[in-house]
T-cell receptor, first 114, second 117 residues
Framework: NAGVTQTPKFRVLKTGQSMTLLCAQDMNHEYMYWYRQDPGMGLRLIHYSVGEGTTAKGEVPDGYNVSRLKKQNFLLGLESAAPSQTSVYFC?????????????FGDGTRLSIL | AQKVTQAQTEISVVEKEDVTLDCVYETRDTTYYLFWYKQPPSGELVFLIRRNSFDEQNEISGRYSWNFQKSTSSFNFTITASQVVDSAVYFCALSEPANQAGTALIFGKGTTLSVSS
């Protein structure tokens, strides 16, 4: 009963390094999302995908890129990490475009940029 | 613009006290959905409840209850007889009708609830 799995769970990077966060879901969900959570800010949407091969920008997309080559995977990339990207990153998925569907969240990735 | 406000940043109560977490939202749409999520100290986000804009019935689930009042744009969450395990950050979120751009949630900033024994 995996649901939404994020890897890695923790990572420390140096400024300028690149990395990719992986999100995998086994619920056959069409929609997938990447959020970041910062202290006192709640969760803010970075990018999302409405299906395989599609991506779109959310509220705070700058400095990130995403890809959805397979329906079950949604990758978040940082090409040149900056200290402002230190955050906890959550991936989520939902069954359909109907907004009554709750989003299912992964356990988060804690990322620190030094 | 759509917005969710959780005015209470932190609340501290003693076990067995009742506590209400406030949520006020803003939207121009007539059809929308409201959610509550719980984030315990372990960090994961747990879905608690969903309510649509056409259903103003209050809901009770064990010690949890939710009061939706469209007239005041509020969706408040009450925990009765709180327990230490209720200590967590609670988020209220708003979702609007589906469009081709998806259905992301708009989150409030969260209320940190601390329950002491």
């Amino acid at each position: 009963n995996a649901g939404v799995t994020q890897t890695p769970k923790f990572r420390v990077l140096k400024t300028g390094q690149s990395m990719t966060l992986l999100c995998a879901q086994d619920m056959n969900h069409e929609y997938m999302y990447w959020y970041r959570q910062d202290p006192g800010m709640g969760l803010r949407l970075i990018h999302y995908s409405v299906g395989e091969g599609t991506t779109a920008k959310g509220e705070v997309p700058d400095g990130y890129n995403v890809s959805r080559l397979k329906k079950q995977n949604f990758l978040l990339g940082l090409e040149s990490a900056a200290p402002s990207q230190t955050s906890v990153y959550f991936c989520a998925s939902s069954l359909s475009s109907y907004s009554n569907q709750p989003q299912h969240f992964g356990d988060g990735t804690r990322l620190s940029i030094l | 613009a759509q917005k969710v406000t959780q005015a209470q940043t932190e609340i501290s109560v003693v076990e067995k006290e009742d506590v209400t977490l406030d949520c006020v939202y803003e939207t121009r749409d007539t059809t929308y959905y409201l959610f509550w999520y719980k984030q315990p100290p372990s960090g994961e986000l747990v879905f608690l409840i969903r309510r649509n804009s056409f259903d103003e019935q209050n809901e009770i689930s064990g010690r949890y209850s939710w009061n939706f009042q469209k007239s005041t744009s509020s969706f408040n969450f009450t925990i009765t007889a709180s327990q230490v395990v209720d200590s967590a950050v609670y988020f209220c979120a708003l979702s609007e009708p589906a469009n081709q751009a998806g259905t992301a949630l708009i989150f409030g900033k969260g209320t940190t609830l601390s329950v002491s024994s």
